[in-house]
């Protein structure tokens, strides 16, 4: 599971919030939105809750809430990807975002870990 939604749908049951979410009063607004049934449906198929979608919305990373036809986490990584540069401006939210969820999912992309695979090769 990415941590960036569980932190999302944690935030709702926390006054202060959690992880990323931490003192972000939308993000627990929104989070308190998502039904049980949305949950069940994340942690046995992946699919991400409209909520994540409209605080993204509303935070300004995005500029549709609406969910794409794929709701899982790369539909999640199209809609950032498709976001990127919007009005002639990157959109550096959204970058970030990305990133994060990316190296969460693959965490053999960090260059820590790409450095220590490289020491590691025999040199001719």
């Not at 009063?25 to 942690?43: D, H, L, M, T």
């Not at 790369?74 to 990133?99: H, I, M, P, Q």
Request: overall charge positive; proline content about 6%.
């Amino acid at each position: 599971m990415v941590k960036f939604i569980y932190d999302f749908m944690q935030s709702g049951k926390s006054a202060a919030g959690v992880g990323s979410f931490a003192f972000n009063k939308a993000a627990g607004r929104n989070s308190k939105a998502i039904s049980k049934y949305r949950i069940k449906r994340f942690e046995r198929y992946g699919e991400i809750p409209p909520a994540v979608y409209r605080d993204l919305c509303e935070e300004g990373i995005i500029s549709s809430p609406f969910m794409p036809k794929d709701k899982s986490i790369y539909g999640l990584l199209d809609v950032l990807w498709n976001s990127l540069k919007r009005d002639g401006k990157t959109n550096e939210g959204a970058e970030c975002l990305r990133k994060h969820i990316l190296l969460s999912i693959h965490p053999e992309l960090r260059p820590r870990q790409l450095n220590e695979k490289r020491a590691r090769r025999k040199k001719p």
